[in-house]
């Protein structure tokens, strides 16, 4: 019987298997911004198109769709509504892999009258 070393974790292969975001990719303008910076300010939509009107800190509005990325955390746009937005990031797990999390991002009224 060969005794196992308690260095070696017998699941390491398990928590890389999604792989890593594409480090290759050109990133978008939205992602030189931290997620919890963004603003999600209102949606437009048309037939089936929908994009996510987002602030960036500096003021600046940016037009988002499905696909689309922001954040410093790989977050792929997955869903769009009139609340705000659902993305996917793709974050490291800890144990040198990586893993996705589901973010929600509300849109955000400023507490104003949006009429």
Known sequence: NQ???PFNT???????????PDQNRQKEELEAYPLDSLKVVGSLHRG???WALIMSPNG??????LG???????????QISADGLKLVETVPDGTGGWKKRSVDVSL???GQNSQ
């Open 3 to 5: 005794i196992r070393s």
């Open 10 to 20: 017998p699941h390491t292969e398990q928590h890389t298997s999604i792989g890593q």
């Open 48 to 50: 089936q198109q929908a």
């Open 60 to 65: 600046t509005i940016y037009r988002a769709t």
């Open 68 to 78: 689309n990325y922001l954040g410093k955390n790989y977050g792929k746009i997955t």
């Open 108 to 110: 955000d009224t400023g």
